[in-house]
């Protein structure tokens, strides 16, 4: 059946990259899930605390200081294709590195010049402000190494990309830790957890060197500013940044009417539905760059060929986990304990919308290489809104189920919004 399918695609390589891309996906979140199981029972629950918080700051953190430029790298090397420039993507990177510099030292400034009690106030753990500080000293090399990964992508080597992405950053971090377990040295997890971001920006940028020497002249002809790269940068890391808030309201708000072990509930099935997923990023890191290549050359009937195979794939590979968890929900929820059955029904509406919107799933990535990325963000702070106001309905009337409904419908109808409009202004079907 698979072999039958991927005749029908236009470009069979498309289908054979997303496979690849699929089993390094998996691997990573299998390696993630071990190395959990590997802190938790080895560390104290405060070491583990540290880890966790300052691996959420620097999330939040890293999504400004890299300015949404490990996605517009992306939407250049396929604009250069389109203008048989693609050896400028140096001119690019580098003047994209000012830019990330520039924004970390920024970081480090504003850190520097904040009243270390107005942070340590909105937390209840022990010296916040230490972990948030030393997070800002790590920003430049964690973006650096984000940009790197997306530039094999950008380059066509998406093996290597999806390794560093899904394998070498765990692994190597599994590997300190089991070091400084073995040596008695817990105390510096979060220390050797940074530090592994900046073995792995020195590792990728060796390799993204051998890499631009393989590329030819730069050509006069393109020629790209640093302006106009912050321009089609900033949008992307707004909507980066819009739609974790959007993925972290129902969360959030079901804490302000609910017990932390509803909360604890309901996150967990919101997990583990993020993992139907994984088809859908997996096709979407292939694409991407061709999209914004065809997209720039106006071949929008190869483009619409494009998008109708790749929703093909994401189908394809979504389908079975969507029916694995509809099946066996009670007993992958059990794993976690028997209470987090009760976010059984929560799990059913998470899915379902999951399902609904993988035939859509190519939307915002088709905006965002597209140069649609200011559109986008303007659906994307209507959907936040959206999601907030759905969740102050229904979560007092329907617990966690309630919160569940609302991001779901939140999801359909951004999706719905997205593909509308491109269709308006492209004539593109991305569904």
């Excluded at 990964?149 to 394998?167: D, G, P, Q, T």
């Excluded at 997996?282 to 009937?301: M, R």
């Excluded at 066996?328 to 999951?354: D, W």
Aim: some cysteine; proline content about 2%.
């Amino acid at each position: 059946m698979l072999k039958s399918l991927l005749e029908k695609f236009k470009n069979r390589e498309n289908a054979k990259d997303s496979m690849i891309a699929l089993t390094l996906k998996m691997s990573g979140v299998g390696l993630l899930f071990l190395l959990t199981l590997f802190l938790t029972n080895n560390f104290s629950p405060d070491l583990v605390g540290q880890y966790s918080f300052s691996r959420s700051i620097l999330l939040i953190l890293g999504g400004i200081s890299i300015i949404g430029a490990e996605q517009s790298i992306i939407y250049y090397s396929g604009y250069l294709r389109s203008k048989n420039a693609i050896n400028n993507i140096k001119s690019v990177y580098f003047k994209t590195v000012k830019l990330i510099l520039f924004s970390s030292l920024l970081l480090i400034l504003i850190m520097n010049l904040i009243n270390a009690e107005f942070i340590n106030s909105f937390f209840e753990v022990e010296n916040p402000f230490g972990l948030v500080k030393k997070v800002t000293f790590y920003l430049f090399f964690h973006s650096i190494m984000m940009l790197n990964i997306e530039m094999f992508r950008a380059l066509n080597k998406m093996v290597i990309s999806e390794i560093f992405r899904n394998i070498t950053r765990y692994g190597l971090f599994f590997i300190g830790a089991y070091i400084l377990l073995i040596n008695d040295l817990d105390f510096y997890l979060v220390d050797v957890y940074l530090g592994c971001f900046v073995v792995l920006c020195l590792i990728t940028c060796i390799l993204l060197a051998l890499e631009f020497k393989k590329l030819g002249e730069i050509n006069p002809d393109v020629k790209i500013s640093t302006k106009e790269i912050f321009y089609t940068s900033y949008p992307m890391a707004l909507n980066a940044m819009t739609f974790f808030l959007m993925q972290s309201t129902d969360v959030i708000l079901l804490g302000k009417f609910e017990q932390f072990d509803t909360v604890a509930y309901y996150d967990t099935a919101v997990r583990v539905a993020s993992l139907t997923m994984i088809g859908v990023m997996s096709v979407n890191v292939v694409i991407a760059p061709k999209i914004a290549e065809l997209y720039n050359q106006q071949k929008l009937d190869e483009l619409q060929k494009l998008v109708k195979s790749s929703i093909r794939l994401m189908l394809l590979f979504s389908t079975p986990a969507i029916l694995f968890l509809f099946v066996f929900a009670e007993f992958v929820l059990g794993l976690f304990g028997e209470q987090y059955k009760s976010a059984k029904m929560a799990l059913f509406i998470l899915i379902t919308a999951q399902y609904i919107t993988t035939v859509m799933g190519m939307a915002g990535n088709y905006m965002n290489m597209t140069g649609k990325q200011r559109i986008l963000h303007k659906i994307l702070i209507f959907a936040f809104l959206l999601n907030v106001a759905l969740n102050y309905l229904l979560i007092p009337k329907m617990g966690m189920n309630g919160s569940a409904l609302a991001t779901g419908i939140t999801i359909v109808i951004w999706h719905s919004i997205t593909i509308a409009i491109i269709y308006k202004k492209d004539k593109i079907f991305v569904f």
